[in-house]
T-cell receptor, first 111, second 123 residues
């Protein structure tokens, strides 16, 4: 089981807004550690999507944003496009494990 | 722009030790700017952090794998390596090398990734 919990799947129609949750605990997200997000097209390496305090690498549109509250974080995607269909992973640091941890991943389907 | 490339065997026998190398180009491991990490992904499953090394040799390992993992760095070749002992079928996965910025410390994120290499454990 992953230290960070994500829903296995989410879906939305083109143009809609979807959110992907990432639930942790007091030893990771709840301790204030950054939550970072990645997108992965099957068969390819993950790519950094959002890091730190809602920062986006060059080339990532502002349709992607994140938020954090307590022991959870969320990735929001607005104006959903067919090209957004992929697997999404959250990642943080866990002080109990003294290491970096990932969520189990969420498959986004664009209807 | 950093580029990372994994190399190593695609097939390992059960109980054997896996050895993978990540060759870095476009930057120096000795710069001190990055941590250098290994992450794996079993077929159809999620990502698992294996461990990380800093150019000084300081290592950080996933507790669930710590007893079997050794990560080392060769600054002269601009490479870092992973050894995972006592391989079993459950270790079949795509293995990625990746960097994460040192100055972010524990809040670090994985920004540059290799393409990944599939390692299958089978006799």
């Amino acid at each position: 089981q992953s230290v960070l919990t994500q829903p296995p799947s989410v879906s939305g129609a083109p143009g809609q807004r979807v959110t992907i949750s990432c639930t942790g605990s007091s030893s990771n997200i709840g301790s204030g550690y950054n939550v970072n997000w990645y997108r992965q097209i099957p068969g390819t390496a993950p790519k950094l999507l959002i890091y730190g305090d809602n920062n986006r690498p060059s080339g990532v549109p502002d349709r992607f944003s994140d938020s954090k509250s307590g022991t959870s974080a969320s990735l929001a995607i607005t104006g959903l496009q067919a090209e957004d269909e992929a697997d999404y992973y959250c990642q943080s640091y866990d002080t109990s494990l003294s290491g970096w941890v990932f969520g189990g991943g969420t498959k986004l389907t664009v209807l | 722009q950093l580029q990372l490339q994994e190399s190593g065997p695609g097939l390992v026998k059960p109980s054997e030790t896996l050895s993978l190398t990540c060759t870095v180009s476009g930057g120096s491991i000795s710069s001190g700017i990055y941590y250098w990490g290994w992450i794996r992904q079993p077929p159809g499953k999620g990502l698992e952090w294996i461990g990380t090394i800093y150019y000084s040799g300081t290592t950080y390992y996933n507790p669930s794998l710590k007893s079997r993992v050794t990560i080392s760095v060769d600054t002269s070749k601009n490479q870092f390596s992973l050894k995972l002992s006592s391989m079993a079928a459950a270790d079949t996965a795509v293995y990625y090398c990746a960097t994460h910025p040192f100055y972010f410390g524990s809040g670090s994120y994985f920004d540059y990734w290799g393409q990944g290499t599939l390692v299958t454990v089978s006799s």
